[in-house]
């Protein structure tokens, strides 16, 4: 089973950049589909982005496409999400997971502790 481990996440003005990155240990990682959730304060965790296991296919929401952008390294077993062009709204704590992508995107793993990231007006 992956599990998986965030990091990356920081207070950052609006308009900024940051890089997530989600380790994660397990020998099926380059086999499993992979995905970035956030939650934010008072809201229900919601859907970011998935990966295919080759890395050859990518989904976003609505709310993020165009500005952040999932990759994978199946050598080092990581996920990352570059986040471009931040906006308050994206503050959220952001989590990692391996993902059933089907007629629907959903997680199917264990959720680690998150990264946290703040974004100032």
């Known amino acids: 089973q992956v599990q998986p481990v965030e990091s990356g996440g920081r207070l950052v003005q609006a308009g900024g950049s940051l890089r997530l990155s989600c380790a994660a240990s397990?020998?099926?990682?380059?086999?499993?589909?992979m995905g970035w959730f956030r939650q934010a304060p008072g809201k229900e965790r919601e859907f970011v982005a998935v990966i295919s296991w080759s890395g050859g296919s990518t989904v976003y929401s609505d709310s993020v496409k165009g500005r952040f952008i999932i990759s994978r390294d199946n050598a080092k077993n990581t996920v990352f999400l570059q986040m471009n062009s931040l906006k308050p709204e994206d503050t959220a704590v952001y989590y990692c997971?391996?993902?059933?992508?089907?007629?629907?995107?959903?997680?199917?793993?264990?959720w680690g502790q998150g990264t946290q990231v703040t974004v100032s007006s």
């Open positions: 997971n391996t993902v059933i992508w089907g007629s629907t995107i959903a997680p199917m793993g264990s």
């Open positions: 397990g020998r099926t990682f380059r086999s499993q589909v």
